[in-house]
């Protein structure tokens, strides 16, 4: 249950309930993916949402819904630019293997060897380490109010690696897989200092410029920006600006903003080999070490999952006000993406229910919410010592009214919903399912299911 800023969470396939279907004629699956856009808007899931879907060389869906600006009432369309957070990473990385391509430096090089500057910690770890979070450098993002107190700061790449320099290393490198924003930073530096010029001219001159991608930018704050979308934080029953963050932090990690119509251009760019020879492709598209574990499933800023038996390849950003999904199905040549301008949108939930479509599954159907006695209460409520990968974290389950919240150490109370048989849920997330061991009458302890992964709690 946590919340990366800038970052991923994969969305895995779970089995077809009803097996899987013919996929459907592309007027039908426009029709479905109009319903659920509109259902998602309509249930606050964001004020607007553009979606792009192709699949080979047609289009299916290029459209927005709701408002990409509620106070000057602009409607989201294909060309609406958002803020794509993470899925910057993927152009990062395909910038570092065009460079490896042109022998400018190795994966298996020191990143001291080329930024000698940098904390003599960090100096031995590897540009493949970097590429694929098994650095072990600790995040700037990851640093709680220390670095939140600072959104409204522009910085430099150097300011950004002096807001971590001073800590311990998270773990040795190589070791571990850890989402990390400050490893991307250094290979943002690193691509600056081998091409002779700053990251974001890079990517324009390598990607943006070649392949056609006219609404694809670095969104930096002062510029004027046709077609920008405001992002926006739910508020009650509506809606708030989001905080605003001084967008040179995001930098290599973050910092494009892009179209749905740019991205499935991108998409058939990279992945139909027009970007990075077949080699690097297969580098960037295939885990590899701690990164191969079940909690990570990543390559070079992208990641890997299967949807029924379809090898996926995906990404998606989450950034102040907006959240973003791309994902592309190789054997079908299929394109998604979801844009959205709400930081707490589930952009990848509705980007699989799209994928569920496509495939010709069924689409997933929330289970009914169940009333909580006062007695169901008090026997799920405590203190629970979840078994995580990066060390043992309180979950404290707490009564809210006639409600329970669960909170992580560390983060925000979430409302769990309650589908009877000891299950909860949670809105944010229809994937995950928290399920109590009970006995005497009083919960003993907790299995947390999500995103493809098992954790267990023990009652404190």
Not at 159 to 169: D, F, G, N, Q
Not at 210 to 224: D, H, Q, S, W
Request: proline fraction near 6%.
């Amino acid at each position: 249950m946590r919340r990366l800023v800038y970052g991923i969470l994969f969305t895995l396939a779970s089995p077809a309930l009803l097996g899987a279907q013919a996929s459907p004629p592309p007027a039908r699956l426009a029709q479905v993916v109009d319903s659920l856009a509109r259902a998602f808007v309509a249930q606050g899931g964001a004020p607007s949402v553009a979606i792009g879907v192709t699949r080979g060389g047609e289009t299916i869906v290029m459209k927005g819904w709701g408002k990409a600006d509620l106070e000057n009432d602009v409607p989201a369309t294909e060309h609406s630019l958002y803020r794509i957070g993470s899925v910057t990473k993927q152009f990062t990385a395909a910038a570092v293997m065009q460079l490896v391509e042109q022998g400018k430096v190795r994966l298996t090089d020191s990143i001291g060897a080329h930024l000698p500057t940098l904390p003599a910690a960090w100096r031995g770890v590897t540009v493949r380490q970097l590429l694929n979070h098994t650095s072990g450098i600790p995040s700037y993002t990851s640093i709680g109010d220390a670095w939140r107190r600072r959104w409204g700061e522009e910085m430099s790449p150097d300011t950004l690696v002096a807001l971590t320099a001073s800590l311990p290393m998270w773990f040795a490198p190589g070791s571990e897989w850890r989402y990390d924003n400050s490893g991307y930073v250094v290979l943002g530096m690193l691509v600056e200092k081998l091409a002779g010029r700053p990251w974001a001219a890079d990517i324009e001159e390598r990607f943006i410029k070649p392949l056609g991608l006219t609404e694809t930018l670095n969104c930096l704050t002062a510029p004027v920006v046709p077609r920008r979308v405001h992002g926006y934080e739910p508020a009650g029953a509506g809606w708030t600006n989001t905080p605003f963050l001084a967008m040179t932090q995001p930098y290599a990690a973050g910092a494009l903003c892009s179209s749905v119509a740019d991205l499935a251009k991108w998409n058939r760019a990279l992945h139909g080999g027009r970007v990075v020879s077949a080699a690097s492709y297969a580098l960037m598209t295939t885990p590899e070490g701690a990164a191969a574990a079940p909690n990570a499933r990543y390559g070079f800023g992208l990641g890997r999952v299967a949807w029924s038996g379809h090898d996926v390849i995906l990404h998606n950003g989450g950034i102040n006000g907006f959240i973003s999904s791309n994902a592309w199905v190789a054997d079908l040549g299929l394109s998604i993406t979801v844009l959205t301008n709400s930081g707490s949108a589930q952009a990848g939930q509705l980007l699989r229910q799209i994928g569920r479509a496509a495939l010709g599954e069924p689409l997933e159907v929330r289970p009914t919410v169940v009333p909580l006695t006062a007695a169901d209460r008090a026997r799920y409520a405590g203190v629970y010592a979840l078994a995580l990968p990066g060390g043992a974290r309180d979950f404290t389950v707490a009564e809210l009214g006639d409600q329970l919240t669960g909170q992580l150490a560390g983060q925000g109370p979430v409302a769990l919903l309650h589908y009877g048989s000891h299950t909860f849920g949670a809105s944010f997330d229809p994937s995950l399912r928290i399920t109590f061991t009970v006995a005497d009458g009083r919960a003993t302890g907790m299995t947390l299911l999500q995103g493809g992964e098992r954790v267990e709690g023990t009652r404190k």
